[in-house]
């Protein structure tokens, strides 16, 4: 059974930063394209990043360039986003997905706020 | 950036009634390849979103067979052939073809 389990989440002033990371079971992690999606609360979805398999390749969307950095470690089956000069608008529950995405974590709440 | 429109964007439907959801792309979601980069899904209340459909009418793994997409170029359409109480939830487009990906706003879909 694929699961993807997202932790880090939690309650930073602005320009804080936190280290969202996600542990993936139950399949090739080393396989798939990896992303990360982003959901303010009560409102709709936002693609944030996604990364290659291998790592070679990044895409954020322009909202969070230079501010928010995705990685992954295969050998631990884990994908991580480095959030930094974080703003009130990042907040939301941050997902971690499968290429597609076919698949998603349960999410990790960032809540920036003074 | 694609913009995804869903209409409606709240919709009341009677159990055993069929539904239907549309989603228009600002641009043709033609890719390159020939594929159509167009995804549902399906979001409960409470729950991480849960993919039914790609590829515009490709059903997911588990899905029922009362959900089908259909569409090409910028029109898009989600249907449920009859509404099911566990059907209740918000329903989003999604474009893949061009970066970034983006949804549409959503819509709710609520038992009568």
């Known amino acids: 059974e694929v699961q993807l389990v997202e932790s880090g989440g939690g309650l930073v002033q602005p320009g804080g930063s936190l280290r969202l990371s996600c542990v993936a079971s139950g399949f090739t992690f080393s396989s798939y394209w990896m992303s990360w999606v982003r959901q303010a609360p009560g409102k709709g979805l936002e693609w944030v990043a996604k990364?290659?398999?291998?790592?070679?390749?990044?895409y954020y969307v322009d909202s969070v360039k230079g501010r928010f950095t995705i990685s992954r470690d295969n050998a631990k089956n884990s994908l991580y986003l480095q959030v930094n000069s974080l703003r009130v608008e990042d907040t939301a529950v941050y997902y971690c997905a499968r290429q597609g995405p076919g698949y998603w974590g349960q999410g990790t709440l960032v809540t920036v706020s003074s | 950036d694609v913009v995804m429109t869903q209409s409606p964007l709240s919709l009341p439907v009677t159990l055993g009634q069929p539904a239907s959801v549309s989603c228009r792309s600002s641009q043709s979601l033609v890719y390159s390849d020939g594929n159509t980069y167009l995804t549902w899904f399906q979001q409960r209340p409470g729950q991480s979103p849960r993919r039914l459909i790609y590829?515009?009418?490709n059903r997911d793994s588990g899905v029922p067979d009362r959900f089908s997409g259909s569409g090409s170029g910028t029109d898009f359409t989600l249907k449920i052939s009859r509404v099911e109480a566990e059907d209740a939830g918000i329903y989003y487009c999604?474009?893949?073809?061009?970066?970034?990906?983006?949804f549409g706003q959503g819509t709710k879909v609520e038992i009568k």
């Open positions: 990364i290659k398999q291998d790592g070679s390749e990044k």
């Open positions: 999604m474009q893949a073809t061009h970066w970034p990906p983006t």
């Open positions: 590829k515009v009418s």
